[in-house]
């Protein structure tokens, strides 16, 4: 697949991201936005896996540590087939498989439980020992939030995977600069996060995290990294797509209206009603 | 004399066992396998045990990781630290998901001892059976413990296993059969009920002697799964005798004694007196005094079964 068709996809992702929320009144946009570009990366060219047969054991893992992502995570399952497109009119809502946090239980595609910050992480090194363990040979892929990282968990497991040098293991930070309260800088400074995960033993790569270019380049450089877990920073853009929402730390939790809605999606080129 | 076993050494000797059968056991640890005796399962299979370091919210994280991928992990560490610090990541990572996940924990209780109410947990049980999914285990002795462990194995689904520091004496031999979700009558009785969990076991079985001496017939009842709780048991115990004392080594609030009082009373209201701490933290001391001081005594429950 190449870069055209992954950025055509991207914009079809974004705009069902918007028309979910839209549907639902609730849910969390701006990060969600921020992170399309590495989900469609993953989902629709790096990982091996089958929609038709979303618990097979050799699978790539994905764990959506930052788990208010779901509109994302929801929207790119639904993209690559794992359940019909129509589900996303029912996220968050009564009887809905799509609940407002990530559940493995109900979710075809959906491979850990998530949604309380700081446990996707660890979840996903049991993942990459489980492989070491039986000498397969899938790969483990994490996305954790820039704020979540203020979690005392998420050290406790980066030490555990450099420790332990699971190679199969690579972490995305979505590294946009902003959570609920506000900058990052400014609510628990977490910089510099690069050297900190380096002196957790990690090996490290910053990027652009809305680049396909620069998203594949790092995942080839972290397949190639052996005796250690990678961590790519990907300096993204929250709420990216949709200028009225971009950099705003207001939209990290917030639905947006119908009127909101529509000028969001004809911003990425689509039609709310379509 | 009595054989001392504490329920830790029987634990190691299990999981050493069930590794030799099933090779998807794998056993995780933070710092303390050589008091929980997970030590015995590193030495004998090391490529299947890990060691996280000191991060127990980590410990269970990764518990949960291993699970997703077919493993059975078991992940011990004290009971204080596995059930409180770690509590909300066995909530939301493994009860939630309902993933297969065995925390065995120690030093439950007073008899930790000489360590003090830091170490002592007595409300492991009452969070432990608050969260939906979770299976509740306490053994009584080291026969017991045995049971569980290869039970638990067997079981899919999260199970928390409550065992103990100190030497507690086997009550049990090898006809002895446990079951999940099942309580078993040790002893005969139409007067009074006591049913007991854990190291109140043996305590309880010494006081029914003792009542039968003053011509009351104390029906005993081993109690060594909390959630699910056998209700049948704990109904018949209601309407065929006088009332029904709980003993646990743990806090009166939401234990065992919270687990039988709300069987009561919803299904055959009768007098039910907890025996377990009242409502406080323990302190230093030799464990089995400390049992006496907190009235976790043979002579408190033979007290309270005279007041029934």
Known sequence: MDKMELEKIAKKIRINIIKMLEKSQSGHPGGSLSAVEILTALYFKEMRIDPNNPKWEDRDRFVLSKGHGTPVLYATLAERGFFPKEELNSFR??????????????????????????????????????????????????????GESQEGMIWEAAMLAAHYKLDNLTAFLDHNGLQIDGKTQDVMNIEPIDEKFKAFGWHVIKINGHSFDEIFSAIDEAKRTKGKPTMIIANTVKGKGVSFMENQASWHGKAPSHEEAAKAIAELGGELDD | MTKMVATRDAYGEALKELGEINDKIVVLDADLSGSTKTSVFQKAFPNRFFNVGIAEQNLIGTAAGLATAGKIPFASSFAVFATGRAFEIIRNSVCYPKLNVKIAATHAGLTVGEDGASHQALEDISVMRSLPNMVVLCPADAVETKQCIFKAAEYYGPVYIRLGRAKVPVIFDENYKFEIGKGVQLREGKDVTIIATGVMVDRALKAAEKLEEEGISARVINMSTIKPIDKDIIIKAAKETRGIITAEEHSIIGGLGSAVAEVVAEYCPTKVIRIGTMDTFGESGDGFELLDKYGLSVENIVNKARQL
């Open chain 1, 93 to 146: 809502k009564i009887n809905s498989i799509l609940q407002g946090h990530p559940d493995m239980k109900n979710i075809p595609g959906v491979d850990m439980t998530t949604g309380s910050l700081g446990q996707g992480l660890s979840a996903a090194n049991g993942m990459a020992l489980a492989g070491k363990l039986d000498n397969k040979d899938y790969r483990v892929y994490v996305l954790i939030g820039d």
